[in-house]
């Protein structure tokens, strides 16, 4: 459901999701997409005022947005090209070998190195993910084996996929699923994002006790919810 609310002499359009949970929360994404998530049956009038009273808030956060540049160009497969991984950006190499079946891809003296049989780009990228979903995976996994101290409950399986809008994810099934494109981030980054998703194994919505866990583990968690924020854009194929 789509409402409107007036603030000042701007209008700020947002999406309404309902699900089963006792707190509303307002989220606001790049580029200018506002979703206000609410409890089952709230009335309408009671988020409309929510909104409006949030307006400046949100005000702020789409200003904040703008400050940064969203707009990510396409990246090019080409000698020089710049990769993220673990934080730091990378250059590609290129290396031409006709009698491989399939590109092989190493992470060798500061630079990406692809070995491919042609410069196919759609052949060296989906061998790159492939490289940064296995490296994601074996990383993730073992940060929440490091993690696992601080929570009773386990996961039953952690996975990583295709998650455009998410980072991450806990089923009813205390599944753990990740973004690959995380293996982009920082090492704290990741770490954050990793005790974000166990937290919820405990507490399955954002209320403050899910947040308080957070901070028991990583008191920095803030700054390193920022980074993301301020970067995540640019952890892309």
């Known amino acids: 459901m789509k409402l409107t609310v007036k603030y000042g ?22 580029p200018d997409k506002i ?16 909104v409006k009273n949030k307006g400046s808030w949100i005000v ?19 000698n020089g090209e710049s990769f993220m991984y673990l934080g730091r950006n990378y250059s590609l190499q290129l290396y031409i070998d006709e009698s491989l079946k399939k590109p092989e891809v190493k992470l060798y003296q500061g ?16 061998a790159m993910e492939k490289w ?6 074996k990383k993730i996994k073992e940060r929440v084996k490091y993690y696992q101290y601080y929570f009773k409950v386990q996961p039953t399986k952690v996975r990583v996929k295709e998650q ?36 919820h194994l405990v507490h399955r919505n954002h209320s ?3 947040w308080d866990m957070v901070a028991s583990i990583l008191p920095d968690y803030k700054n390193r919810r920022e980074w993301l924020k301020k970067h995540g854009v640019k952890m892309e194929l």
């Open 9 to 30: 002499t701007r209008d700020i359009p947002f999406e309404v999701i309902y699900r089963k949970r006792k707190n509303m929360e307002i989220r606001v994404e790049p």
């Open 35 to 50: 979703a206000v998530i609410a409890p089952k049956d709230t009335p309408e009038q009671v988020i409309l005022d929510k």
């Open 60 to 78: 702020q956060k789409l200003f904040e947005i703008k400050d940064i540049e969203y707009r990510t160009r396409n990246k090019e497969f080409v």
């Open 111 to 126: 630079k990406f190195k692809v070995t491919t049989p042609s410069k196919d780009e759609v052949i060296i990228r989906e």
């Open 132 to 137: 940064y979903r296995d490296k994601a995976l």
């Open 164 to 199: 455009k809008r998410r980072w991450g994810s806990c089923t009813s099934k205390n599944e753990l699923l990740f973004n690959w494109r995380l293996i982009m981030a920082s090492s704290p980054v990741l770490d954050y994002l990793v005790v974000h998703e166990m937290s």
């Open 208 to 210: 403050q006790d899910f």
